[in-house]
RNA sequence: GCCUGAGUGGCGGAAUUGGUAGACGCGCUGGAUUCAAAAUCCAGUUCCUUCGGGAGUGCGGGUUCGAUUCCCGCCUCAGGUACCA
């Protein structure tokens, strides 16, 4: 697309933003101090992963409102903390050294310098000094020593908080672990004895089932495509988030992050936090808390019993078979030789299905009976035992106990095996389908009858501990999550083994730098990467072998937002003085896509080093605003079919056409430059091709709004916004176009609108010859009136970030200030302050113009709002009839109720509307409105 | 299916606690200025109309003097999520 801009000198935008960038960053004008009697405000950006095909116009529009609300901030008076960074271990960097061999690091520089000239053009309040990259080893040390943290710790369920590893220890020394309560998955139970006799290797096995982060052998999502594991919420709907390649479950011994232990903390937590419902629902949704119990049923003819988890204890009566998944450790042991051939047929068949299969699968009901019994746990009765892929192993205990009159699997199951369904509810019709709602009362169920649901499930529970054959329970969706890789381009454990126990390495050696590799993908024997390296350049492996996985990405990202209170200190990973005066973060923007992966993490870690007493905060976002997706707006051409004839938009309905994206640099208001697009080899289809014009001789295209793709060509980088507008143009225009956490397409149409606003205000300054001219007199009360309208109003929009009704009310007051021909240097001084944290770079140029020392509008003092310049003699106002409005009435603001009824009835237009009849009622609302009943 | 949001002119959108629906901007139409254009300025721009007025914020009801706003029932779109027992 390209742009036709004004060309005139008058508002010089290219000389004044290159000039206040240059400024600021000389000065180091927003250097923020750690040390301070202003009041803290920490304001962050979810720090962008550096790509290689850099920014669009999309990427910056949540920096923009961000930087917005900072510089808003400090001429409110807060010492403001603005970071910027990058995340930049990642994937693609990796892939693109395995296809050319260029080092990842090499790779990220590259594009961290393109980010930060694209950024830079935009003018960001960003305190560079403070930058942190996730792939610096100087940030890295502490993520490697926040996993030490982890790993030395354990999750005390009677003190809810991690305790060290060394308490646990020195319990099971004393008492063994029968009086523990922790968040593990050890089973059995040890005594203190029992424990001193353990070899280290026992031990270590035994220490690893408590501590917040482990290594187990635990079924992963394998994405062969990648060559790596990925955590759950890097998977959807059985693809891979990352390339979108089939994911299989496989049994690999890999580290794991205990975030179970937190679930019912993450949970409550979200009840304090100021943000969106949708990202707290997820949220919690992801973290799945559902309350029930579990029961023991026991085997017809064994010992062993099968335990089952329900969040319907109350329907136990309604129990006529048990369906376990395929994978479920007592399969083989319970089924008959009668169905042995048949059960081990179907386990095949469902291992051989991937997590997708499974999914799509959903509506095909299949199962296989083991010819196995349990007794029910009241009655006594025979429960056959089936297996069947829609137990998932991994929730609950892998086994339900199935009550087909009150689950429509169950039902399900039940009605296309042929096993009986039994009712439990009084007066519920069940022919059709199972009753899910909970507003039944019980029967057929011995001492649960006559009970409704809600009491039936407390009974039932009380009954069931009673008896001791299960107790009630709280069960969490949320799984504990994989945090190895098998990856080169992250960061390496601080981990090494010897006899195949690992051992942390010590602090005084952190950090683990990543070592270089021969290549970047796995060794022949299937090890990461990182076993490629050469022994010797592992400086610090005291055993037999360092750890060859690296940590996820979200390693770097759980506690970023700390590094930038303190990003250079070389001693701790923050220090205490910094993270008490900087506490959490006060307003954090960035995009809803995180809502279960990054969020939940970084609110785990932050969880974690709070009970380590590291932070004295437990969330580490206090609120947060998700900005919108900006879409692009493609534009395409429409060929007839099997010619070489193209037809503008507005006739291609008439003919059978193909249509063909036109890369958007040739349009212009859906007008396409058939020449300028005729010379690019994509498009070059245009050549010598004929043409169906619109009446006024031009192609019109047609336009669809799409993710902003190359391939759709429709990306609009900012970069050349910049150079035709201006980043103060850019920045305002992104704001305008529509509440901030709404998505939207792309279009400029409406940019020069914001550029004439700009230029309309730089006139209020200015003469025709552009010299400065303004007066000192005092300002008149018309003036005064326009100037605190927009104070009150910008100022409420910035408070509740609607950014966009805040452009138009500048547009407002600058239209009426023309109009008013205010060339007032008080009035005009305080609107500057007022745009200033829109428009940066003109604001700080008019400031000087005004007679203030450069650069110091950023710290200037926020218009303060005076109500007295708003009090009008007169109102004007409006009449209704029945609700409608007829006619405008101005009377004195301080007439009181009865006069302005009075007034009204005397209007002509009201007499009119009267038709000679009294009014019914007249209600006046004072200074408001008034409304007659006819 | 379930959970969140959202539906307003030709377009992006505004209306903050129920009080003039369509602010502001784009686009469009006319006019001024200009040799001409750009820029700028002025006027108009929801629809219908017999020029009195009538209709109107996804659809159908309701509450109210008054509803884009509150309540009930639907429809559509976007995002998230799912054999979770």
Redesign the pocket.
């Known amino acids: 697309m390209h742009f036709?801009v004004?060309s005139?000198m008058e508002y010089n935008f290219r000389d004044i933003e290159a000039k206040w960038r240059a400024f600021w960053a000389e000065n180091k004008t927003f250097r923020a101090e750690d040390q301070s009697e202003k009041e803290k405000y920490y304001i962050l950006d979810m720090f962008p992963y550096p790509s290689g095909a850099g920014l669009h116009v999309g990427h910056p529009l949540g920096y923009i409102a961000s930087d917005i609300f900072a510089r808003y901030k400090r001429l409110k008076g807060f010492n403001v903390l603005h970071p910027m960074g990058y995340d930049s271990f990642g994937l693609p960097a990796e892939q693109y050294a395995i296809q050319t061999g260029q080092h990842p690091r090499i790779t990220t520089e590259n594009n961290v310098a393109r980010y930060r000239d694209q950024l830079d053009r935009i003018g960001f309040s960003f305190d560079w000094d403070r930058e942190v990259r996730t792939s610096s080893p100087d940030y890295y040390k502490w993520t490697q020593w926040i996993f030490k943290q982890l790993f030395d710790c354990w999750y005390c369920k009677k003190e809810n908080s991690a305790l060290r590893i060394s308490e646990l220890i020195s319990i099971f020394e004393k008492e063994g672990n029968v009086t523990v309560e922790a968040e593990h998955d050890f089973e059995g139970v040890f005594s203190a004895e029992e424990w001193l006799a353990m070899s280290d290797a026992q031990k270590s096995a035994t220490l690893m089932s408590y501590r917040l982060t482990y290594l187990a052998d635990s079924w992963v999502n394998w994405c062969p495509a990648l060559g790596t594991v990925l955590a759950n919420d890097e998977v959807?709907?059985g693809l891979s988030e990352r390339g979108g390649h089939p994911v299989e479950q496989k049994l690999m011994r890999q580290w794991s992050m205990r975030i179970k232990a937190y679930a019912e903390r993450l949970l409550k937590g979200l009840d304090t936090l100021d943000w969106?419902?949708?990202i707290k629902?997820?949220q919690r949704?992801w973290i799945?808390k559902?309350q029930?119990a579990s029961v023991h049923f026991k085997l017809e003819n064994s010992s062993d019993t099968i335990e089952v988890?329900?969040?319907?204890p109350d329907t136990i009566y309604g129990v006529s078979f048990m369906v376990l998944?395929p994978e479920h450790p007592l399969v083989d042991q319970i089924t008959t030789e009668e169905f042995a051939s048949e059960v081990a047929e179907y386990k095949k068949q469902a291992s051989l299905k991937s997590e997708r299969d499974?999914?799509a699968?959903?509506k095909?009901i299949?199962g296989q009976n083991t010819g196995a019994f349990a007794i029910h746990p009241f009655s006594g009765n025979k429960v056959e035992i089936w297996i069947g892929?829609?137990?998932?192993a991994s929730?609950?205990t892998?086994a339900?106990m199935a009550v087909p009159c009150g689950?429509q699997?169950d039902y399900d199951f039940a009605k296309h095996f042929g096993i009986t369904i039994k009712t439990i509810f009084d007066e519920k019709d069940i022919s059709e389908g199972a009753y899910t709602e909970k507003d039944a009362v019980i029967a057929n169920s011995d001492f649960l009858d006559g009970l409704p649901v809600k009491k039936a499930i407390k009974a039932a529970i009380y009954e069931i501990e009673k008896r001791g054959i299960g107790k009630g329970k709280t069960?969490y969706?949320l799984r504990d999550a994989v945090f190895s890789r098998q990856r080169y381009w992250g960061e390496p454990f601080p981990v090494y083994y010897k006899d195949e126990i690992p051992h942390l390495i010590d602090d005084t050696n952190l950090p683990i730098t990543l070592p270089d590799v021969d290549k970047y993908l796995p060794t022949e024997d299937g090890e990461p990467p990182l076993a490629r390296a050469k022994k010797d350049a592992w400086e610090y492996a005291q055993g037999d072998r360092m750890e060859y996985n690296t940590m996820p990405g979200w390693a770097g990202s759980s506690w970023y937002f700390l590094r930038y209170m303190d990003p250079k200190n070389d001693n701790e990973f923050v220090s205490k003085d910094k993270v008490e005066y900087w506490k959490n973060v006060d307003l954090y923007i960035g995009g809803?896509?995180h809502?279960?992966g990054h969020l939940l993490y970084a609110r785990f870690w932050t969880k974690f080093l709070y009970d380590l007493d590291l932070i004295p905060f437990d969330e580490p976002f206090q609120k947060m605003i998700n900005q919108g997706m900006i879409l692009g707006r493609s534009n395409f051409v429409y060929r007839i079919k099997d010619t070489n004839t193209f037809v503008t938009a507005s006739q291609k309905d008439q003919f059978d056409v193909v249509s063909l994206h036109i890369d958007i640099k040739y349009v212009n208001?859906d007008i396409l430059d058939i020449e300028s697009a005729s010379k690019d080899p994509i498009s070059n289809f245009l050549l010598g091709a004929e043409f169906i014009f619109e009446e006024d001789g031009t192609y019109q295209c047609g336009y669809e709004v799409e993710k902003m793709s190359k391939s759709k060509y429709n990306v609009q980088t900012p970069d050349e916004l910049v150079d035709t507008f201006g980043a103060d143009t850019l920045r305002m225009y992104e704001m305008?176009?529509?509440?901030l956490e709404?998505?939207?397409?792309w279009?400029t149409?409406?940019i020069?609108?914001?550029n004439?606003?700009l230029?309309?205000l730089w006139r209020l300054f200015h003469d025709q010859e552009n010299n400065v001219v303004l007066t000192d007199e005092d300002p008149n009360s018309k003036a005064l009136k326009s100037l605190h309208k927009t104070i009150k109003?910008v100022g409420?929009?910035l408070e509740?970030f609607?950014f966009?009704?805040g452009?138009?009310n500048f547009?407002?007051c600058v239209?009426e200030l023309?109009?008013q021909k205010c060339n007032n240097k008080t009035i005009l001084q305080q609107l500057t302050i007022l745009l200033s944290p829109y428009a940066p770079h003109i604001c700080e140029e008019l400031w000087v113009k005004l007679g203030n020392q450069p650069g110091t509008i950023s710290f200037a003092k926020f218009p303060v709002f005076n109500e007295a310049f708003m009090v009008e003699a007169n109102h004007?106002y409006?009449v209704?009839f029945?609700?409608?409005?007829r006619f405008?009435i101005e009377l004195p603001t301080a007439m009181s109720k009865e006069d302005v009824e009075k007034e009204v009835l005397a209007h002509e237009t009201a007499v009119k509307w009267l038709e000679g009849k009294p009014p019914k009622?007249v209600?006046v609302?004072p200074g408001?409105?008034v409304?007659v009943?006819v």
């Not at 305008?736 to 509440?739: A, D, I, Q, S």
């Open positions: 036709q004004n005139s959807v709907n969106s419902d949708s629902d997820q949704n799945g559902s029930g988890f329900t969040t319907r998944a499974r999914q699968d959903v095909n299949s892929d829609y137990v998932l929730y609950g892998g339900v689950d699997r069960q969706r809803s896509e809502a279960t208001n305008f176009l529509g509440p709404q998505s939207k397409p279009d149409k409406g020069n609108g914001v004439n606003f230029r309309k109003k409420d929009d509740r609607s966009n009704t452009v138009s547009m407002i239209n023309s109009d004007t409006p209704s029945n609700g409608k409005m405008k009622k209600i609302v408001k409105i409304n009943v």
